[in-house]
C-alpha cells in the first residue's frame, strides 16, 4: 500500500478546496440524484419507452394479421361462411347447429 506523499496531499487539499471544483461536484450531484431527470428517471423512461415498443410492434402484427383476414373475407365467399358458421354459430334455413360445451372439472 503506498502513501500519499505530502506534495500529492497539498495538491488534493487544494483541490478540494478549489471553489470551481467544489461548485462543479454539487452540480453534478445535484443533476445525478436530485434533479427532475436524474438518472433513475431516465432509466424508467428508457424501460417505458422498450415496453412501448414491444407493444407498438405487437399491435402491427395483429393490425397485419387482421387487415389480412378482412380481405380474405371480404374476397372469398367460402371463407365468410365458415367464418360465420365458426364465430356467429349461423346456419342455413334447412339446418340444425349443436353446440357441444364441455364442462370444466372442479378442483378440490
Known amino acids: ?7 500529492q496531499m497539498r495538491r488534493l487539499i487544494n483541490l478540494v478546496k ?3 471544483f467544489l461548485i462543479s461536484m454539487a452540480f453534478l450531484v445535484w443533476m445525478i440524484f436530485f434533479d427532475k431527470n436524474d438518472l433513475f428517471s ?6 417505458e419507452v422498450n415496453k412501448l415498443e ?3 410492434d405487437f399491435y402491427q402484427k395483429e393490425t397485419e394479421k387482421v387487415a389480412k383476414d378482412l380481405d380474405e373475407l371480404t374476397s372469398n ?12 354459430l349461423m346456419k342455413k334455413d334447412n339446418e340444425d347447429v349443436f353446440v357441444i360445451v364441455k364442462e370444466k ?3 378440490e
Open 77 to 88: 365467399p367460402q371463407k365468410l361462411e365458415k367464418f360465420a358458421r365458426e364465430k356467429y
Open 42 to 47: 431516465q432509466y424508467q423512461y428508457h424501460q
Open 54 to 56: 414491444q407493444e407498438r
Open 105 to 107: 372439472k372442479e378442483e
Open 18 to 20: 478549489n471553489k470551481y
Open 1 to 7: 500500500m503506498k502513501f500519499l506523499t505530502l506534495l
